[in-house]
Nanobody, 116 residues
Framework: QVQLVESGGGLVQTGGSLRLSCAAS????????MTWYRQAPGKQRELVAA???????NYVDSVKGRFTISRDNAKNTVYLQMNSLEPEDTAVYYC??????????WGQGTQVTVSS
């Protein structure tokens, strides 16, 4: 059974920081591409940051220089370090895994709220 469990969300003031974690089980984590998405109320889900099995990364323009995605294959965990948070970053953040066979899995989401 595949599980992706996100944690680390919460309420923070503008300019603050949070670190999201996504612990994976039931997949070959080290061979999987991992992605963070977010969905704000009334908006479509958008890709925030992605990291390949080889640790190549990419980011949506709005978070470049503020967010950092990383992975720890020994812990089967992907992280999203979020600095200089803005109210526009308020959303539910979801972890996504894509396996070598192109199976895709989602976590349950974690709420991030940035107050102005």
């Amino acid at each position: 059974q595949v599980q992706l469990v996100e944690s680390g969300g919460g309420l923070v003031q503008t300019g603050g920081s949070l670190r999201l974690s996504c612990a994976a089980s039931g997949i070959i984590f080290r061979l999987s591409a991992m992605t963070w998405y977010r969905q704000a109320p009334g908006k479509q889900r958008e890709l925030v940051a992605a990291i390949s099995a080889g640790s190549s990364t990419n980011y949506v323009d709005s978070v470049k220089g503020r967010f950092t995605i990383s992975r720890d294959n020994a812990k089967n965990t992907v992280y999203l370090q979020m600095n200089s948070l803005e109210p526009e970053d308020t959303a539910v953040y979801y972890c996504n895994a894509k396996t070598p066979r192109s199976n895709t899995y989602w976590g349950q989401g974690t709420q991030v709220t940035v107050s102005s």
